[in-house]
């Protein structure tokens, strides 16, 4: 009973390092979510995906890139770490439309921190 | 984006007590839903509501859409520790493939 999983949990990072956060759903979701929290703040959209092949930039999305080349991942990457991007990171997936099908299913999240 | 504000921002209370909070925005939402955050966990579905009016319970938990569209209540009653954390409120949009949240309401149950 998976659901979303997200990897790594933590990981601290030096300013202009790379890295890819790991994001896999096995609901046979069509849309997936990629959203930062930072401390006492709601959740904000960086980038989604409304299936294979297709990603569409959120509220936030510089500094980011996202692909989707299966329905069951969709991996975050950061091409040059910025302490503005300490944050915590959510996965998200959906069923595909709006309505009764939009409550998103969470991941645990990824905590970073760029020093 | 869109701005959904959430009242009030933090709540200290009693174990036992009813709790209620509230969920803002000036433009029309289509489906509410209302999540709840553990600490180092990601947001967990609660209620989710889907026209104008509706009133819908989960336990202890009843949430409404209100009828102008723009605002969404949540009610928890008899509160109980494990009650803690915070709670979000998410709106939908017609058109749109994404959720707009709430900055969320921080609950502290005391023993």
């Known amino acids: 009973n998976a659901g979303v999983t997200q990897t790594p949990k933590f990981r601290i990072l030096k300013i202009g390092q790379s890295m890819t956060l790991q994001c896999a759903q096995d609901?046979?979701?069509?849309?997936m979510y990629w959203y930062r929290q930072d401390p006492g703040m709601g959740l904000k959209l960086i980038y989604y995906s409304v299936g294979a092949g297709i990603t569409d930039k959120g509220e936030v999305p510089n500094g980011y890139n996202v692909s989707r080349s299966t329905t069951e991942d969709f991996p975050l990457r950061l091409e040059l770490a910025a302490p503005s991007q300490t944050s915590v990171y959510f996965c998200?997936?959906?069923?595909?439309?709006?309505?009764?099908?939009?409550?998103?299913?969470f991941g645990d999240g990824t905590r970073l921190s760029i020093l | 984006g869109q701005q959904l504000n959430q009242s009030p921002q933090s709540m200290f209370i009693q174990e036992g007590e009813d709790v209620s909070m509230n969920c803002t925005s000036s433009?029309?939402?289509?489906?509410w839903l209302w999540y709840k955050q553990d600490p180092g966990e990601g947001p967990v579905l609660l209620i989710a509501?889907?026209?104008?009016?509706e009133l819908t319970s989960n336990g202890r938990l009843t949430a409404q859409f209100g009828i102008t569209r723009k605002d969404s209540f949540l009610n928890i009653s008899a509160s109980i520790p494990s009650d803690v954390g915070i709670y979000f409120c998410a709106g939908h949009q017609t058109g749109a493939n994404n959720l707009f949240f709430g900055t969320g309401t921080r609950l502290t149950v005391i023993p």
């Open positions: 509501l889907y026209k104008a009016g």
């Open positions: 998200a997936s959906s069923k595909p439309g709006t309505g009764r099908n939009q409550p998103q299913h």
């Open positions: 609901m046979n979701h069509n849309y």
């Open positions: 433009s029309i939402f289509n489906t």
